[in-house]
């Protein structure tokens, strides 16, 4: 099904070089007597790479079918991630190298969204935010408020973030999954 450049907007699938772009954003213009086209930023589904792209309505855009399913992930191995699917149980292996950002979140039987292109997994949709536990951190001392400063924190998946001074080892905080910063302990 192919799309006019006018109708392009953000967050639209579309294939470009047979490869699954989403529209990042999108810029429409036309000159007097030539025909119309868009100015866009892109972001590969696959690769994750953001490219700059002039699109022309000699141009053949068409949409691309980007199949959303519930996956449940089960474990690492080596450089890869499995996941499996919460109906069929169908196993899916994804290379962590390209779900680099995402995989600092990943614990066991934690339930994601499988981004899926021509029947193959090629990227994940991560909840807002996790709940992790803090397994190592400075201890806090008496007269830390919330207002006080920060201080770094190894949560259990292995990543690294600022939390509040009154926050220690074994406490359980939300982490939002697009910025990778602290929002409150639960």
Same mark, same amino acid.
């Given at each position: 099904m192919s799309i006019p450049v006018s109708q392009l907007k953000p967050s639209l699938t579309i294939e470009y070089n047979n490869q699954p772009y989403s529209i990042i954003q999108c810029e429409h213009a036309k000159v007097a007597r030539g025909s119309s086209f868009a100015r866009a930023k892109i972001k590969n589904l696959i690769t994750s790479q953001i490219i700059e792209c002039t699109l022309r309505d000699s141009d053949k /855009?068409? &949409? &691309?079918? /980007? =199949?959303?399913?519930k996956l449940i992930f089960s474990y690492? =191995?080596?450089n890869y991630c499995h996941f499996f699917d919460t109906d069929t149980y169908q196993d899916f292996i994804l290379d962590k190298d390209k779900i680099e950002d995402k995989a600092v979140f990943l614990k066991e039987n934690l339930e994601l969204t499988g981004l899926f292109y021509k029947n193959q997994l090629i990227n994940l949709e991560l909840p807002l935010n996790i709940t992790l536990e803090v397994i190592e951190t400075e201890p806090g001392f008496k007269g830390d408020t919330k207002k006080g400063g920060t201080k770094p924190a190894k949560l259990e998946t292995g990543i690294i973030v600022d939390v509040p001074l009154f926050v220690k080892k074994g406490d359980k905080i939300k982490v939002d999954t697009r910025t990778q910063s602290y929002l409150e302990r639960t």
């Amino acid at each position: 099904m192919s799309i006019p450049v006018s109708q392009l907007k953000p967050s639209l699938t579309i294939e470009y070089n047979n490869q699954p772009y989403s529209i990042i954003q999108c810029e429409h213009a036309k000159v007097a007597r030539g025909s119309s086209f868009a100015r866009a930023k892109i972001k590969n589904l696959i690769t994750s790479q953001i490219i700059e792209c002039t699109l022309r309505d000699s141009d053949k /855009i068409s &949409a &691309a079918f /980007i =199949e959303r399913k519930k996956l449940i992930f089960s474990y690492h =191995e080596s450089n890869y991630c499995h996941f499996f699917d919460t109906d069929t149980y169908q196993d899916f292996i994804l290379d962590k190298d390209k779900i680099e950002d995402k995989a600092v979140f990943l614990k066991e039987n934690l339930e994601l969204t499988g981004l899926f292109y021509k029947n193959q997994l090629i990227n994940l949709e991560l909840p807002l935010n996790i709940t992790l536990e803090v397994i190592e951190t400075e201890p806090g001392f008496k007269g830390d408020t919330k207002k006080g400063g920060t201080k770094p924190a190894k949560l259990e998946t292995g990543i690294i973030v600022d939390v509040p001074l009154f926050v220690k080892k074994g406490d359980k905080i939300k982490v939002d999954t697009r910025t990778q910063s602290y929002l409150e302990r639960t």
